[in-house]
């Protein structure tokens, strides 16, 4: 039996031709329109978590940076991709360039960390999306190098953030640790990359707005 997802093919071209020739597409196809047509969902199911794969293996096609498309799909719409999977329902359509500056902005960098910055997490009136955003990123690696006043109180903003997080943000945030990018955090959670920076972003607007109520 052919293996279904041939690392060896590189292209979407390739790969879609071994799609093709692999799965068995009619089988697949009506085993979709049942479940959507009794009203389930196919979010969790091993033939959701197999269309998801299956969309991984042609995203992960070395072409994919030229902004091709996907012909063929295996879903009925664009209205029942999203309203069915998980990771369509919370895409967020974007250019690569635009995906390229939110993962330039979603790593940490130790050289933006000064004394100014830290005080500026402490005066809500002055913080911006950013600071909250760089502050998660860090996963509060930084603290080591300041004072254990400033160390207790950056553990009082981490706990503020935390306390207004739903479930699935607190688990998307206590993934950074310093080291690990936006795309590896979507790799773990396994979700798009974009849901990734949509909860991030979600999180830093709930946040500054918490804070700023504070007052």
């Known amino acids: 039996m052919a293996e279904i997802f041939n690392k060896n093919k590189k292209t979407i071209i390739e790969r879609g031709k071994h799609i093709k020739n692999t799965i068995d597409q009619i089988e697949i196809n009506k085993n979709v329109r049942k479940m959507i047509d009794n009203g389930n969902s196919l979010e969790g199911t091993p033939l959701g978590e197999h269309l998801d794969n299956i969309t991984n293996y042609f995203l992960e096609s070395q072409d994919i940076k030229s902004g091709r498309r996907i012909e063929e799909t295996y879903y009925r719409s ?52 950013d600071d ?5 990123v860090s996963g509060c690696n930084y603290t ?5 006043d ?7 903003l981490w706990g503020e953030i935390m306390s207004n997080c739903t479930d699935r943000e607190k688990e998307i945030v206590k993934m950074f640790d310093g080291k690990t990018s ?23 607007k709930k946040s500054i707005k918490w804070l700023n109520n504070q007052k």
């Open 182 to 204: 936006a795309k590896e955090v979507a790799i773990k959670s396994q979700t798009s990359f974009q849901n990734v920076y949509k909860i991030l972003k979600n999180v830093c």
């Open 132 to 136: 909250i955003r760089r502050f998660i």
């Open 144 to 148: 080591r190098t300041v004072s254990d």
């Open 78 to 129: 664009e209205r029942d991709y999203r309203n069915n999977f998980a990771i369509g329902r919370n895409a967020v359509n974007m250019t690569n360039n635009e995906l390229e500056t939110i993962e330039s902005n979603s790593k940490f960098d130790s050289s933006n960390i000064d004394i100014n910055y830290i005080k500026r997490l402490f005066n809500p009136e002055k913080l911006s999306e």
């Open 150 to 156: 400033i160390r207790g109180g950056i553990s009082w």
